[in-house]
T-cell receptor, first 117, second 111 residues
Framework: SAVISQKPSRDICQRGTSLTIQCQVD?????MFWYRQQPGQSLTLIAT?????????ESGFVIDKFPISRPNLTFSTLTVSNMSPEDSSIYLC??????????????FGQGTRLTVV | RKEVEQDPGPFNVPEGATVAFNCTYS??????FFWYRQDCRKEPKLLMS???SGNEDGRFTAQLNRASQYISLLIRDSKLSDSATYLC????????????FGSGTRLQVQP
């Protein structure tokens, strides 16, 4: 299993500002994933954060808007830049356990509830 | 077409009822299937993996039909504590390890 500490748990931000979300894992993991969950909707993958290389972004998400750092195997940050009200959402980091693909399990941080005003 | 589609819900059922959720996925090469549970304002947590032969965990039974690209979750003897959103999750194994989530089906068990 994996325990993920994510912070902040919530924030209210002014439009045009940036917020950095941190995730700390209690074990070393190769990949960390960042998701967004908009109200009443399911999780959408933003990017995969790889240690030692640039993050891999999904369609619709760009590095300038969501820069990611992955300085070591237990930590990652996601920044939401130049925020607008449309960025109001829950942001979650996630890791998968080691093992066979069939038996992998994803663990999530507690989420960051972001409101942009 | 969405990669993973679920019943829209919400399902409102009385305690003790049996309820079934369905899910279809678009990629026939998918290898891993899961049901996750998400309580209100909480992060998703694994409920159970779904195996080809079907599997059961207490009151919960998961089935997989590869030919129809269909997954189901059956909950028997519903409890109030089963109220949550149930997410159908698939790993497409297309070189990206991250999971693909359905939109979720909300279950409300009523006394």
């Amino acid at each position: 299993s994996a325990v993920i500490s994510q912070k902040p748990s919530r924030d209210i931000c002014q439009r045009g500002t940036s917020l950095t979300i941190q995730c700390q894992v209690d074990s070393q993991v190769t990949m960390m994933f960042w998701y967004r969950q908009q109200p009443g909707q399911s999780l959408t993958l933003i990017a995969t954060a790889n240690q030692g290389s640039e993050a891999t972004y999904e369609s619709g998400f760009v590095i300038d808007k969501f820069p990611i750092s992955r300085p070591n195997l237990t930590f990652s940050t996601l920044t939401v830049s130049n925020m607008s009200p449309e960025d109001s959402s829950i942001y979650l980091c996630s890791v998968e356990t080691a093992g066979t693909v069939k038996n992998t399990e994803a663990f999530f941080g507690q989420g960051t509830r972001l409101t942009v005003v | 077409r969405k990669e993973v589609e679920q019943d829209p819900g919400p399902f409102n059922v009385p305690e003790g009822a049996t309820v079934a959720f369905n899910c279809t996925y678009s990629n026939s090469a998918s290898q891993s299937f899961f049901w996750y549970r998400q309580d209100c304002r909480k992060e998703p947590k694994l409920l159970m993996s779904v195996y080809s032969s079907g599997n059961e965990d207490g009151r919960f039974t998961a089935q997989l039909n590869r030919a129809s690209q269909y997954i189901s979750l059956l909950i028997r003897d519903s409890k109030l504590s089963d109220s949550a959103t149930y997410l159908c999750v698939v790993n497409f194994h297309t070189g990206r390890r991250a999971l693909t989530f359905g939109s979720g089906t909300r279950l409300q068990v009523q006394p």
